[in-house]
């Protein structure tokens, strides 16, 4: 393949919180034949073919080196390779992307009171077998997260039921005694009447930029994802921040403080007038409070669209594809 492979979530949330992100980023995905095409573009940008796949296959073609970068949960990237060093070697995690936040969890029965944690559930699969004959069954899509899971917590005396539809219903359809499955808001479990243990978090996973170190790159491909992955930092670090405008009578000691006091920067240094800050959003309001009693007559606070500047983010990409 020439061009480089960006793979994209192909439906649902994750798939519209991907291509707003891209847009904002400025990386508007078109595609020609509408929501129906599985291929597609970034305008602007020539040499970019978007890839649209379900969030799994996308972790599935990045480990094979089929797709140069994509956007999937840090659930899959885990259970597609479950060895660290191994998964190291295949991905290179960009950059968390603050949405499509979700947790894989050990559930079980509300009615199983006296279980709470992973060292009650031990007890029960020995009970269980003791009473049945046979050992736990655990529903889930996640073999490997669960796997390594369970065999930390010290549970050995189970089998995995693989679960093709509705995990949550297992249980009640006496398919499995328990599942492992990934949640949101944790609604769905209590639906079912289900509860999550008290140490039963196995990883909390968001949407990840990630890029494959098995992918055919060339000079061409690698400049492309770091301009790609320059985008993305001038989006996330203009989400983060509050630009501040001020006149003040000493720019210099004004600087020097507000970056001890608010973690302020000055993009520009402290010659221009007025004075220009970067400033974390939730310490805007307090920083502009103090300007005013530094003596400045206005405080201007503004959203800024990009900030372009040098970013660990892209420095560690070059770095994990030389």
């Not at 996973?205 to 098995?214: D, E, L, N, P, W």
């Not at 001020?246 to 001890?260: N, S």
Request: overall charge negative; proline content about 4%.
């Amino acid at each position: 393949m020439s061009d480089l492979i960006l793979a994209v979530p192909s439906k649902g949330r994750l798939q519209d919180a991907a291509l707003d992100f891209l847009t904002r980023s400025g990386m508007k995905v078109e595609r020609a034949r509408g929501g129906r095409d599985y291929r597609g573009r970034i305008s602007g940008l020539p040499g970019v073919e978007i890839a649209f796949l379900s969030a799994s296959e996308i972790a599935r073609e990045m480990a094979q080196g089929n797709a140069h970068l994509g956007l999937t949960g840090l659930d899959l990237i885990h259970e597609t390779i479950d060895d660290l060093a191994e998964r190291e070697a295949r991905f290179h995690l960009v950059t968390p992307l603050g949405f499509g936040p979700a947790d894989v969890v050990v559930a079980v029965p509300e009615r199983w009171i006296d279980v709470d944690t992973m060292a009650d559930l031990a007890d029960v699969a020995e009970m269980h077998r003791a009473r049945h004959g046979r050992t736990l069954r655990v529903a889930t899509k996640f073999v490997h997260l669960t796997r390594r899971f369970f065999a930390a917590a010290g549970v050995a005396d189970y089998r995995i039921v693989e679960s093709l539809g509705a995990t949550e219903g297992a249980p009640a359809a006496g398919a499995a005694e328990l599942i492992v499955d990934i949640t949101t808001t944790g609604s769905t479990l209590a639906a079912n009447q289900l509860k999550i243990l008290s140490d039963g978090l196995i990883l909390q996973s968001q949407a990840f930029f990630v890029a494959s170190r098995t992918a055919p790159w060339t000079d061409a491909t690698r400049a492309l994802a770091s301009t790609i992955v320059e985008r993305i930092a001038a989006e996330m670090r203009a989400q983060s921040i509050l630009e501040l405008r001020a006149v003040v009578a000493d720019p210099r000691a004004v600087l020097d403080e507000a970056e001890a006091r608010f973690a302020a920067v000055a993009p520009f240094g402290d010659k221009p007038v007025p004075l220009t800050l970067h400033v974390p959003r939730r310490r805007a309001s307090a920083c502009a409070s103090w300007l005013r009693c530094k003596g400045a007559e206005a405080v201007v606070i503004s959203q800024v669209a990009d900030v372009y500047e040098d970013s660990p983010l892209t420095a560690s990409l070059e770095a994990a594809l030389r």
